[in-house]
């Protein structure tokens, strides 16, 4: 399985942006798709993911109040969607897979597939 981020760029505070992870694949259900980000000098975090088959979304804690996670399987497509988008927002942002399960997991280990990355930068 294949992941392709897009989506990143330079974002004023306060903007919204949506990231997308286009997986190669015609059956998005067979799998878990997380995101991921890593801020410079930090290690990289998880921010949200959603099952496969049950479409169930999870957030971290940080990410639950202006996060969105959601998917268009015709497009085998995951979307990444940030509001009020704040500088500690700046990383490179990755998607993920794992094969699916009923909720997935806010836990990088599990993961299988990981994408390139896009980067998002949010000037203070």
């Known amino acids: 399985l294949q992941l392709v981020e897009s989506g990143g760029g330079l974002v004023q505070p306060g903007g919204t942006l949506r990231l997308a992870c286009a997986a190669s694949?015609?059956?998005?259900?067979?799998?878990?798709i997380g995101w991921f980000r890593r801020a410079p000098g930090k290690e990289r975090e998880v921010v949200s993911c959603?099952?496969?088959?049950?479409?169930?979304?999870s957030y971290s804690d940080s990410a639950r109040e202006r996060f969105t996670i959601f998917r268009n399987a015709a497009e085998s497509t995951v979307y990444l969607e940030v509001n009020n988008l704040k500088p500690e927002d700046t990383a490179v942002y990755y998607c993920?897979?794992?094969?699916?399960?009923?909720?997935?997991?806010?836990?990088?280990?599990?993961?299988?597939?990981w994408g390139q990355g896009t980067q998002v930068t949010v000037p203070s």
């Open positions: 993920a897979a794992s094969p699916w399960t009923s909720w997935c997991a806010l836990n990088e280990s599990w993961y299988i597939y």
């Open positions: 694949t015609q059956n998005l259900d067979d799998y878990d």
């Open positions: 959603i099952a496969g088959r049950t479409r169930n979304p």
